[in-house]
């Protein structure tokens, strides 16, 4: 069994301040991880996976996470917010390997920016 | 460039009446998938064709159905929408086979019931 947990569901920084949202994960076998982002009213865009290569993943617009096995931590994190990052982040994990129904999805985290 | 696209973006349907949502794919994924998305909740997955093979969750209602003719189609059907069938649905497909394969999702479409 398999499951994610985003420990905040709403995040408000000020723009050009950093950027935390939290995910711990428990997975039975080697976990693939991911990161989505949406905007309203669109799809999931992926930023960044970690498919059990370098521990720190660096995805598109300036995201990067940490995959932190001893305390089962996935956060995602950016040096700099941007107003157009608001949105809703999910934290995504899969079996190794992805397999075709393995995904599970927290619960999601909405992230505000301050101007 | 390569990529997943829902037709209608917003449809709007009469309670009862039957409706299908479609999704097509360039990306020659081997999995297909339909997620109902109700507003601030995660994804959840309805159903998913690998290949040709039909895989329905535990808890999917009878009322919702999919096909997938080929490759790159896959369209989901609702027999009889009731109120509680308004949400955004989702599609997505990946490659199943490459190790951490992600999901690659489609805009949405945004279903009313009225």
């Known amino acids: 069994a398999q499951s994610v947990t985003q420990l905040d569901s709403h995040v408000s920084v000020s723009e050009g301040t950093p950027v935390l949202l939290r995910c711990n994960y428990s997975s039975s076998y080697s976990p693939s991880l991911f990161w989505y982002v949406q905007h309203p009213n669109k799809g999931l865009q992926l930023l960044l996976k970690y498919t059990s290569a370098a521990t720190l993943v660096k995805g598109i617009n300036g995201f990067e996470a940490e995959f932190k096995k001893s305390e089962t931590s996935f956060h995602l994190t950016k040096p700099s917010a941007h107003m157009s990052d608001a949105a809703e982040y999910f934290c995504?994990?899969?079996?190794?390997?992805?397999?075709?129904?393995?995904?599970?999805f927290g619960k999601g985290t909405h992230l505000i920016i301050q101007p | 460039d390569a990529m997943v696209i829902q037709n209608p973006r917003y449809q709007v349907t009469q309670f009862g009446k039957p409706v299908t949502l479609s999704c097509s794919q360039t990306?020659?994924?081997?999995?297909m998938y339909w997620y109902q998305q109700k507003s601030s909740q995660a994804p959840k997955l309805l159903f998913h064709?690998?290949?040709?093979?039909?895989?329905n969750e535990a808890d999917t209602p009878d009322n919702f159905q999919s096909r997938r003719p080929n490759t790159s189609f896959c369209f989901l059907d609702i027999r009889s929408p009731g109120l509680g069938d308004a949400a955004m649905y989702l599609c997505?497909?990946?490659?199943?086979?490459?190790?951490?394969?992600?999901?690659?999702f489609g805009p949405g479409t945004r279903l009313t019931v009225t």
């Open positions: 064709y690998y290949d040709k093979d039909f895989n």
């Open positions: 995504v994990v899969s079996q190794t390997g992805g397999g075709a129904d393995g995904l599970t």
């Open positions: 990306l020659n994924h081997n999995v």
């Open positions: 997505a497909t990946s490659f199943l086979g490459l190790a951490g394969s992600e999901q690659y």
